[in-house]
């Protein structure tokens, strides 16, 4: 009986600390999907995967690198790109009080780390864009998307593909 018990616990201890899979710490991103709620709004829908499930931000988290006025206070970024007439596609400037600027969004969610040791997280994430978010005149354009994780690492770069 103390031979199968013994067995029985080696083999839990071993399965317990098999690597569950060999997911990157960096996050993952593939684009989902887009929807137009008349002129009003747009939704930009990502599915995500990150191996050490760092992503989000907690409430507490606004000092040294993510403090407002860093980069890294906001970790999801969408940026606007227009479609040129040899259909490549540019990030769109324009004037403004005698300065330049583009259509950039920028997102700060929540923390989504899963308590216990497997921390691997998958999902999907969805920014709501509220109108303006295209220029009037535009009607091809898409956007480029990444997230940042705690960790400041930096995910690959996604389009939505072609928005009309």
């Known amino acids: 009986m103390k031979k199968v018990i013994l067995i029985f616990i080696s083999a839990t201890l071993l399965w317990g600390c098999k690597k569950e899979s ?36 907690n409430d507490e988290d606004t000092n040294g690198s993510f403090s407002p006025s860093s980069f890294a206070f906001n970790n999801l970024f969408l940026y606007y790109q227009v479609m040129s007439d040899d259909s490549s596609f540019n990030y769109f400037q324009y004037n403004i009080d005698g300065g330049v600027d583009s259509l950039k969004w920028r997102y700060r969610f929540k923390s989504i780390t899963p308590a216990g040791q497997k921390k691997v997280l998958e999902g999907d994430i969805t ?14 354009y898409r956007y480029q ?10 995910s690959n770069v996604v389009t939505s593909g072609l928005i009309k």
């Open 127 to 140: 920014a709501t864009l509220l109108a303006p978010y295209k220029w009037p005149t535009h009607t091809n």
């Open 22 to 57: 060999n997911i990157s710490k960096i996050p993952e991103l593939k684009f989902k999907e887009y929807k137009i709620f008349g002129g009003d709004s747009l939704q930009v829908t990502v599915s995500f995967t990150d191996g050490d499930g760092d992503v989000g931000l």
């Open 145 to 154: 998307i990444f997230l940042l994780d705690r960790a400041l690492n930096k």
